[in-house]
């Protein structure tokens, strides 16, 4: 029930595609919905982050959406770069923070 | 406003052997983290400290790993002795406050078990 499962494990996209990486989770408690993007050799570092009562939230090109009925978040990249190529993971917090699997994202130029 | 440091960087040892890793968190945060990231998963929270006091061990394998916090600034984690599956890459975050806001990760040190 303390677990977040995040899809898909890696991702190609061409430059100013669309990236999407999704999460689900069982524990209705937590209440804080992080995305940290984390390079190679360097910790994770918050991207955008949301909480249970708000459908969507925006910043720049990243938007998250939120399905609490579904218990489900997906991080969306719009005109994902090169630059975009990173791990990202998704997390939830009930106290302490569960993150999720990670997603390789490698965006072709 | 200088990050989480971290030192080692990369640490190499045998199996059985000992090894310690530092955490210097950013100035003024009240709340240090320390998680195990292994190859290909997410960060998992080994232990949160809150100062000097110690919030949740739940995940700490406390038969060969420890931790302190002296003075609430600093922080070393400690195994004795290591296993293989102890290689992975061990991270210390930071918050201010009640540990409700933003964590800020540093670098990691990467730990090799052979």
């Known amino acids: 029930q303390q677990q977040v499962k995040q899809s898909p494990q890696s991702l190609i996209v061409q430059k100013g595609g669309i990236s999407i990486i999704n999460c689900a989770y069982e524990?209705?408690?937590?209440?804080?919905f992080p995305w940290y993007q984390q390079f190679p050799g360097k910790g994770p570092a918050l991207l955008i982050a949301i909480r249970p009562d708000v459908s969507e939230k925006k910043e720049g090109r990243f938007t998250i959406s939120f399905n609490k009925s579904a218990k489900q978040f997906s991080l969306h990249i719009m005109d994902s770069q090169p630059g975009d190529s990173a791990t990202y993971f998704c997390a939830a917090r009930g106290g302490k923070l569960i993150f999720g699997q990670g997603t390789e994202l490698s965006v072709k130029p | 406003e200088a990050g989480v440091a971290q030192s080692p960087r990369y640490k190499i040892i045998e199996k059985r052997q000992s090894v310690a890793f530092w955490c210097n968190p950013i100035s003024g945060h009240a709340t240090l983290y320390w998680y195990q990231q292994i190859l290909g998963q997410g960060p998992k929270l080994l232990i949160q400290f809150q100062n000097n006091g110690v919030v949740d061990d739940s995940q700490l394998p406390k038969d060969r790993f420890s931790a302190e916090r002296l003075k609430g600034v600093d922080s070393t984690l400690k195994i004795q002795p290591a296993k293989l599956e102890d290689s992975a890459v061990y991270l210390c975050?930071?918050?201010?406050?009640?540990?409700?806001?933003?964590?800020?990760f540093g670098p990691g040190t990467r730990l090799l078990v052979l």
């Open positions: 524990n209705t408690a937590f209440d804080y």
């Open positions: 975050a930071s918050s201010s406050l009640s540990g409700r806001e933003t964590q800020y």
